[in-house]
């Protein structure tokens, strides 16, 4: 377990290495100039000179990354362009909000997907079956500011039962989390229909039930505990996808959370802010599948780690 973990690690700080820099040589070849957007339209050549130089934009690339890495490693996630702000307290400040959202959203996803695709399961072949699994196919398909659009217009706009937006209380919560997971359910449900009818098809299901076991201790008690196992691989990487839906899902809300910070920064070009964000969802995702890939074996003694 240990050399496991240690070999993890290390794969980790490549992989964080590796988004760090791709992400640096993408927003150096953007055509967009922050400096621009900090000088304004009317800014003479000699003011923007004067702010690409105090930034530090006028040196080379290699000296730009170098420099930056060299304060990745102090802990320093640089100083925002525009808000004059460190990175790392902006990025603090909103994280409890995304973790708030993301946990209730998973909640939200995998008590809509794992209902549906063990219902499917039992009725497989059935019409309630292709009901549920043409709906799993809309879900993962549908635009994720159509769906948090829709949710508004109904339940906020049209019911009036919600808040339109904002961050605070429990009702504001409802439609932001709801709306990531209905979008991410249909995975879950494709996946655990698949799981839940391989394990009934299993030799010990078919020993619980010849020694009389009643159908719903069967499928709650032998089937499910098995069926689940592939799910926690999938939440760990799920949190990629929720960290690429909150930009959009917070935006459309007015989510305070890191996403509706990312989004700010991609249209002010605030790339110390965009670096961060990247960094920290870079951190969620490798945290979530090392956590995932940790909990199996506690759950199934039959997985080993290697």
């Known amino acids: 377990m240990p050399a496991y973990i240690?070999?993890?690690?290390?794969?980790s700080a490549l992989i964080l290495l590796g988004v760090s820099f791709i992400t640096f040589v993408l927003l150096y070849i953007l055509p967009a100039d922050p400096v621009r957007q900090i000088a304004g339209r009317s800014a003479t050549a000699e003011t923007v000179a004067s702010i690409r130089s105090q930034l530090g934009l006028d040196k080379p690339f290699i000296v730009q990354y170098g420099t930056y890495l060299w304060n990745l490693l102090g802990g320093d996630l640089g100083r925002s362009?525009?808000?004059?702000?460190?990175?790392g307290a902006l990025l603090v400040s909103r994280l409890p909000a995304t973790l708030l959202l993301m946990v209730a959203a998973i909640f939200c996803e995998l008590a809509i997907g794992l209902t549906l695709g063990m219902i499917a399961a039992l009725y497989r072949g059935r019409p309630l079956d292709n009901v549920l699994m043409l709906g799993s196919f809309v879900s993962v398909s549908a635009p994720q500011f159509v769906v948090a659009l829709l949710l508004l217009y109904v339940f906020a706009v049209k019911l009036g039962w919600f808040p339109i937006g904002g961050y605070g209380t429990f009702a504001h919560l409802v439609l932001p989390a709801l709306t990531l997971g209905i979008l991410g359910s249909g995975w879950y449900s494709r996946i655990m229909r698949s799981s839940m009818l391989d394990v009934l098809r299993a030799d010990f299901i078919r020993t619980a039930r010849a020694k009389g076991l009643n159908r719903t201790r069967v499928i709650l008690a032998h089937a499910l505990p098995n069926a689940i196992l592939p799910i926690i691989a999938m939440v760990g990487i799920d949190i990629g996808m929720f960290m690429s839906g909150i930009v959009v899902v917070e935006s459309v809300f007015g989510w305070p959370g890191i996403g509706q910070l990312a989004w700010q920064a991609i249209q002010r070009v605030d790339i110390p802010i965009i670096m961060g964000v990247t960094l920290v969802s870079a951190f969620a995702i490798v945290l979530g599948n090392l956590l995932a890939?940790?909990?199996?074996?506690?759950?199934d003694p039959r997985i080993r780690l290697r």
């Open 81 to 87: 362009y525009l808000q004059k702000t460190e990175v």
């Open 293 to 299: 890939d940790l909990i199996a074996p506690l759950i």
């Open 6 to 11: 240690l070999r993890r690690l290390i794969q």
